[in-house]
């Protein structure tokens, strides 16, 4: 049974850093594309981040230059560093897996988290 569990989610200030965690079981971890992506209240849940097997990464506009994806195959763990953070980076954050390469769609991944909340205010 494959297993995504999220941590590291909390309330921050604006400008502030957050490093979020997500531990994987119950998959060939190495062979998996990995992605973060995020839901705002009353939002649909949108693409963050994503690093297939391949090491290669992807970022949604929004969040380039301030957020790093990264994963340990080893550990089967996936990373999501996230510096200078705004109000509008408020979201519950999923970490999702897929078998396909490198896509930033909802809908191409198979495998979900619960979910971690960060809040950004002041």
């Known amino acids: 049974q494959v297993q995504l569990v999220e941590s590291g989610g909390g309330l921050v200030q604006p400008g502030a850093s957050l490093r979020l965690s997500c531990a994987a079981s119950g998959l060939t971890f190495s062979t998996y594309t990995m992605a973060w992506f995020r839901q705002a209240p009353g939002k649909e849940r949108e693409f963050v981040a994503t690093v297939p097997w391949t090491g290669l990464t992807y970022y949604a506009d929004s969040v380039k230059g301030r957020f790093t994806i990264s994963r340990d195959n080893a550990k089967k763990m996936v990373y999501l560093q996230m510096n200078s953070l705004k109000s509008e980076d408020t979201a519950v954050y999923y970490c999702?897996?897929?078998?396909?390469?490198?896509?930033?769609?909802?809908?191409?991944?198979?495998?979900w988290g619960q979910g971690t909340q960060v809040t950004v205010s002041s």
């Open positions: 999702a897996a897929t078998r396909r390469l490198g896509v930033p769609k909802v809908s191409e991944y198979d495998y």
